[in-house]
């Protein structure tokens, strides 16, 4: 039986993307990203709820988020489901999942302003038509070590971005 791995996700990034550079020169970015939900509980009031999702694209689409993306800003990603481990400082298997991005769209108008680095306004098609989206690099990626080179497709394992991004690189270390 064949099996899908798809996550599309439309929702506005929580904090400025974070670009790192993997041993091997490739960029990769982590973007934190918002969706909400809006729903009535069972009194009939109106709730919502925010859920944060962990986004990491690699090759020049990630050094594009980090140049055009800020915080607050939507945008729409597609791409798949990883979950990862590594060991923790003290010794402790810890686990995240993202979603890897396979393509990310920029939308809305917040061209960058705050982060200094403004994206021309090239008009773009019109509304009835959404701009396709970035498709992501995949350059052949180096090998390191004398081992054999991973496919250009498939990201590196987290050992080569230090187990995860921030400072515990768990999702309890969110700080929003």
């Not at 004398?146 to 270390?173: I, K, L, N, V």
Request: glycine share 16%.
């Amino acid at each position: 039986m064949a099996s899908v791995n798809k996550v599309i996700l439309i929702g506005n990034l929580g904090a400025n993307p974070e670009l790192k550079y993997l041993p091997s020169g490739q960029p990769v970015c982590e973007i934190r990203l918002a969706t909400n939900e809006v729903f009535n509980d069972q009194q009939g009031q109106r709730q919502e709820r925010t859920e944060w999702h962990r986004v990491v694209v690699y090759g020049k689409q990630a050094e594009n988020c980090n140049q055009y993306l800020t915080k607050g800003r939507p945008c729409y990603i597609e791409g798949r489901l990883r979950t990862r481990s590594w060991d923790d400082k003290d010794g402790n298997k810890r686990y995240t999942t993202e979603i890897v991005a396979e393509r990310v769209q920029f939308l809305g108008g917040g061209m960058g302003q705050d982060r200094g680095q403004g994206m021309p306004d090239e008009g773009g098609p019109p509304p009835s038509r959404p701009p396709r989206p970035m498709q992501s690099g995949g350059a052949p990626r180096r090998s390191g070590m004398g081992g054999p080179s991973a496919p250009a497709e498939e990201p590196p394992p987290a050992a080569d971005y230090g187990g995860g991004f921030g400072q515990g690189g768990t999702d309890d270390d969110i700080p929003f």
